[in-house]
Structures are given as C-alpha cells and as structure tokens.
C-alpha cells in the first residue's frame, strides 16, 4: 500500500528526533576532545633519591671453630649444649683423668725431694766454703803465730842447754841435768816442726787449703746437680700436667655452641670434632646478587639487613667482598659482608634480606617510577608540550625505590603523564591536573 504523505512527514521526523539524540549524546565528548583530555601530570622536581640494589643472603660466622681432643681418652662430661653461650677456658668436655692426677701428684712430690735436696747441697757447699774462708781467716794466722811461739821456746831451750852442757863441764851440776836439757831440746824442736807443719799447710797451696777448696768443688758440683735434678723434676711435672689439662677440653674463644656431636661414654680421639663453636663479633652474610646490578656494586657501601625469622627489626652491614666470578647457573655474583655488630638473634645459616645503598643524590630531577616507560630498554615519556601530550626520550640516572633521576629530554618544572593514564597517546590534547600519590 502506497504510503501517503502524512506518513512520510512522520517517518523523517522520527528519524531527524533520532539522529538529533545521537547528536547530542555525542557533543560532549567532541567537546571535551576539542578542548582536551584532562589527564593526571607529574612535574619534574628536584628530590634526594637513594639506590639500593636487594638481595637475599644467609648469616655465615668466618670464626666457625672446630674443637676436638688433642689426646686419646673416654668422655665422662659434656658440660654444654646446642646454643649455649660460653666463655673463653670453660671446661666444654672432660675425659676421664684419675691416671693422670696421680701422675701429677707423683711428679709434684719429685720436685719437691729434688727441691730438698737442692737445699741440702747448697747447705754443703756453704759449709765448705765458710771452712776454707775460715782456713785463710783465723787458722793460718793461728798457725803462724804457734810457729813464732814455738821458735821462740826452741831458742830458750837451746840457750838452756848451752848453759846446762858448761855447768856439767865444770862440774857444777850433774849429768842427769844435762839429760833433762837435752829432752827439753828435743820437744821444744819438735813442736816447732808441727808448727810449721800446720802453718804449710794452712798457706795457698798447702794441704789443708787443697782439701778445702775440693771439698768447696765437691759441694758447689752437688748442688748443681740437684739444680739440675729440680729442672728435670719441673719439666716431668709441667709434661703430666699438660696432658691432664688436655683431658679437659675448653672453650678456645667465647662464642655460641653451634654444634654438639659427642656424649658421655664416648671414646674419642684426636682428629675428631667434637664441638662447633660459633664466634660472635666475626660475623658476615653471603648473599648472590644478580650480575646486572654488579656496575653498582663496590666494597665499603653500607646495606640495611633483616632476618626472616625477625623481619621488623634491622642491622647494618658492610659490603667486604665480591667475588670476581659469576655463577653461571643463576646469573649471580657473590656479595659478603661484614657485620660488625650482629644482634644477639642473629644465628649461623639465618635467611635474611640485604638492602644495598648503591646511590645517593640530593637535588635529582626525579619522576615516579609511573612516569616512565619502557624503563628497563628505552625509557620515555608523554610529556605535555604545548597542550598535547607528546613522547619525549629520557636518560635516566640515580634510580630509588619509587622515583627515578631524569639526565637528559626534560627541564625542571615539566610535566608528564603517568602510565596509569592509557587512555592518552601521543598527539592528543590534554589539560593537566595535578597527579595524587607517587
């Protein structure tokens, strides 16, 4: 049936109604694209940025002490366990020693006969030597003074006799007189002989004086054989004692008791690890880093640590050491370092995180991490240039854990689009806001 024109008026103005919602539906959108997209900006700012590189290690002591028996004996004490703490000399293990106590005592009551007879001997040649000072002080003086008495005696005898002989002579006195003169002759001569005899042998060289510094060699040598006899006795004394103090096994160094591999009862010999102690103040951390980072890292930089099992407390650090290879299978170079003051939680073989300070820049150019992207190949950005958002190729420097340095492509005060923002591409029109956060 033919449509008439009423009908045709109708459909038109349904259609026009139509196209004219659209039309309005459509207008602020072109609008807001004429005037232009409103986006979030980050403007360029200066900053102070810290670069850290981070890594997970384990607690390693340099001072892992191996501490066994240097002799062969049975183990009747284990005075300490697994994470005990210790000083330096306590007495860790000790083996059965009654042998050897009763050595030493025997080898003390060596030394002290050995002493006596030091004593004894020295007494000795004391006594010899005050005998021969004695000869040269008072007996040959003595001696000579009875020859000089003696003499004198002999001369008056001698005169006596004279006298006696001419009386008999003349008659005057009896034979029997001249007999008794002549005996007195004879005795006087006699002692002046011993006299002599004794002073001889009271002067240097003589026979007293020889007997006497003899008895003094003889002496002197006793004694110096007792001497030696003491420093024989001494040294079986320090051998006994050294193996009794070696039946007791001590601590070398304070430090924790990491590992206990021996039990009463137990015969053990040297060579055989007994304990493990663990040295505090000597600790380091062994941690792989990935051979990207390796430009960044050099020995001396300070990291921050934390350990797994405490992860809201921290220590610091010292890179030590990098090893000068990398680990092929994982991509690692080997970091350790020094930690001067280990916390008292601190174990050996701990997992803890290391954050390495790498870099440190005040007044960096900075943007969020946000802002650029393409970050790890060929960083840029949409910066806004003119009302439009525009790619612009940066160099980047100091990268921190949400910002990074900006070298090269932009100036202070510039404005960049964050990533978040996808709906905006190169060439659009954009009105900035200030972006939130970051």
Same mark, same amino acid.
């Given at each position: 049936?033919?449509?008439?024109? %009423?009908?045709?008026?109708?459909?038109?103005?349904?259609?026009?109604?139509?196209?004219?919602?659209?039309?309005?539906?459509?207008?602020?959108?072109?609008?807001?694209? =004429?005037?232009?997209?409103?986006?979030?900006?980050?403007?360029?700012?200066?900053?102070?940025?810290?670069?850290?590189?981070?890594? !997970?290690?384990?607690?390693?002591?340099?001072?892992?002490?191996?501490?066994?028996?240097?002799? !062969?004996?049975?183990?009747?004490?284990?005075?300490?366990?697994?994470?005990?703490?210790?000083? /330096?000399?306590? &007495?860790?293990?000790?083996?059965?020693?009654?042998?050897?106590?009763? %050595?030493?005592?025997?080898?003390?009551?060596?030394?002290?006969?050995?002493?006596?007879?030091? #004593?004894?001997?020295?007494?000795?040649?004391?006594?010899?030597?005050?005998?021969?000072?004695?000869?040269?002080?008072?007996?040959?003086?003595?001696?000579?003074?009875?020859?000089?008495?003696?003499?004198?005696?002999?001369?008056?005898?001698?005169? %006596?006799?004279?006298?006696?002989?001419?009386?008999?002579?003349?008659?005057?006195?009896?034979?029997?007189?001249?007999?008794?003169?002549?005996?007195?002759?004879?005795?006087? *001569?006699?002692?002046?002989?011993?006299?002599?005899?004794?002073?001889?042998?009271?002067?240097?060289?003589?026979?007293?004086?020889?007997?006497?510094? #003899?008895?003094? +060699?003889? #002496?002197?040598?006793?004694?110096? *054989?007792?001497?030696?006899?003491?420093?024989?006795?001494?040294?079986?004394?320090?051998? &006994?004692?050294?193996?009794?103090?070696?039946?007791?096994?001590?601590?070398?160094?304070?430090?924790?008791?990491? &590992?206990?591999?021996?039990?009463?009862?137990?015969?053990? *010999? $040297?060579?055989?690890?007994?304990?493990?102690?663990?040295?505090?103040?000597?600790?380091?951390?062994?941690?792989?880093?990935?051979?990207? %980072?390796?430009?960044?890292?050099?020995?001396?930089?300070?990291?921050?640590?934390?350990?797994?099992?405490?992860?809201?407390?921290?220590?610091?650090?010292?890179?030590?050491? =990098?090893?000068?290879?990398?680990?092929?299978?994982?991509?690692?170079?080997?970091?350790?370092?020094?930690?001067?003051?280990?916390?008292?939680?601190?174990?050996?073989?701990?997992?803890?995180?290391?954050?390495?300070?790498?870099?440190?820049?005040?007044? #960096?150019?900075?943007? $969020?991490?946000?802002?650029?992207?393409?970050? +790890?190949?060929?960083?840029?950005?949409?910066?806004?240039?003119?009302?439009?958002?525009? /790619?612009?190729?940066?160099?980047?420097?100091?990268?921190?854990?949400?910002?990074?340095?900006?070298?090269?492509?932009?100036?202070?005060?510039?404005?960049?689009?964050?990533?978040?923002?996808?709906?905006?591409?190169?060439?659009?029109?954009?009105?900035?806001? $200030?972006?939130?956060?970051?």
């Amino acid at each position: 049936m033919a449509m008439t024109g %009423n009908g045709r008026r109708r459909r038109f103005g349904w259609a026009a109604l139509a196209l004219g919602l659209v039309l309005l539906a459509a207008f602020p959108a072109t609008l807001r694209r =004429l005037r232009g997209l409103e986006v979030a900006v980050w403007p360029l700012a200066p900053t102070e940025l810290v670069q850290t590189v981070v890594a !997970t290690g384990r607690v390693s002591g340099l001072a892992r002490v191996e501490i066994g028996s240097l002799i !062969t004996g049975t183990v009747i004490e284990v005075s300490v366990r697994e994470g005990d703490r210790v000083e /330096r000399g306590v &007495v860790l293990v000790r083996l059965k020693d009654d042998e050897a106590r009763a %050595n030493v005592a025997q080898a003390r009551s060596a030394v002290a006969q050995a002493e006596a007879g030091v #004593a004894q001997a020295q007494a000795g040649a004391a006594a010899a030597s005050a005998r021969l000072m004695q000869l040269h002080g008072t007996t040959l003086p003595a001696a000579e003074q009875a020859v000089r008495i003696a003499a004198a005696e002999l001369e008056s005898a001698r005169r %006596n006799f004279e006298r006696v002989d001419a009386l008999v002579s003349q008659g005057m006195l009896a034979r029997a007189d001249l007999d008794e003169a002549r005996r007195a002759l004879d005795t006087a *001569q006699g002692r002046l002989d011993r006299e002599k005899t004794i002073a001889a042998g009271s002067r240097a060289g003589g026979g007293d004086e020889r007997a006497a510094q #003899a008895a003094v +060699a003889q #002496a002197e040598a006793a004694a110096a *054989q007792a001497r030696s006899a003491v420093v024989q006795a001494r040294a079986a004394l320090a051998a &006994v004692e050294a193996r009794l103090a070696d039946l007791a096994v001590r601590a070398p160094a304070a430090g924790t008791i990491i &590992v206990r591999s021996v039990e009463e009862g137990d015969t053990v *010999q $040297p060579g055989r690890t007994l304990l493990v102690l663990s040295r505090p103040g000597r600790t380091e951390i062994i941690a792989p880093v990935d051979e990207k %980072n390796l430009a960044l890292l050099a020995v001396g930089q300070k990291a921050v640590v934390s350990a797994d099992a405490y992860p809201g407390r921290t220590f610091t650090a010292g890179l030590a050491t =990098l090893v000068p290879a990398v680990v092929a299978a994982s991509g690692t170079v080997t970091a350790k370092f020094a930690v001067p003051e280990p916390p008292d939680y601190l174990l050996p073989e701990m997992t803890v995180s290391v954050e390495i300070e790498v870099a440190r820049k005040a007044g #960096a150019l900075a943007l $969020p991490l946000d802002a650029v992207r393409d970050l +790890a190949s060929a960083p840029w950005v949409l910066a806004v240039r003119d009302g439009r958002a525009r /790619r612009v190729p940066v160099g980047i420097g100091v990268r921190g854990a949400t910002r990074v340095e900006i070298l090269s492509g932009l100036a202070a005060g510039d404005q960049v689009i964050p990533a978040a923002e996808g709906r905006v591409v190169a060439g659009d029109k954009v009105r900035a806001k $200030p972006a939130t956060g970051g």
